[in-house]
């Protein structure tokens, strides 16, 4: 009983720490790319389905087009298998294999990361309607993790840039049949829209 009290408690701060607030943390370029995700979604859909599988289309819909629920911290905290699907930009689409990803609470927040595969992501997500805001970096481990990966530096862009490669906005969403998607506008390099579909 004791334990079950504990975690009440526990998703319960992470829920109020999740509602801090977003805006208060993305730079004005990334609160635009996230007011334009139905557009860069769309964009994205439309080069994709000029050049792309039927078997690559059948996927991209399956995690596109699912129907969206409401997400508590519990539903989403612990392990999940996750791959990056690319659309539009370079090439029509690129749907790359699994990897492991997690959620868990860090600093009474939820936390996303992407742990294996050469193209890595981490960051926070805030509470936002039904689903969550994902303030992150993305880097790469071609030659090994970094000692301390980068974080998302929003309103703290360097050189005084607008926005840096690493950086990226998005929503997450759980699915009704139990998988998630984060979905990230604009990618400011590579493709027009990408989405990490997730699942247990």
Request: with cysteine; hydrophobic share 40%; charged share 20%.
């Amino acid at each position: 009983m004791h334990s079950k009290i504990a975690a009440a408690l526990t998703f319960a701060l992470i829920a109020t720490a999740a509602n801090a607030g977003w805006r208060d943390e993305a730079s004005q370029f990334d609160a635009q790319r996230l007011s334009r995700l139905d557009e860069s979604r769309t964009k994205g859909l439309d080069e994709a389905s000029r050049g792309a599988s039927p078997s690559d289309l059948a996927a991209i819909d399956s995690v596109i087009h699912a129907q969206a629920t409401s997400a508590s911290p519990s539903a989403l905290a612990g392990a999940w298998r996750c791959r990056t699907i690319k659309l539009g930009g370079l090439t029509p689409d690129v749907i790359y294999s699994w990897f492991r990803c997690r959620i868990s609470e860090r600093g009474g927040a939820l936390f996303f990361e992407k742990l294996s595969g050469s193209q890595r992501t981490s960051g926070f997500l805030y509470s936002e309607g039904s689903g969550y805001v994902y303030l992150g970096a993305s880097y790469v481990t071609a030659y090994g993790p970094p000692e301390k990966p980068p974080v998302y530096s929003g309103r703290g862009a360097s050189a005084g840039a607008a926005a840096t490669p690493d950086d990226q906005i998005g929503l997450l969403s759980l699915l009704a049949d139990g998988r998630a998607r984060l979905e990230l506008p604009y990618p400011v390099q590579e493709s027009t829209f990408d989405v990490l579909e997730l699942k247990r």
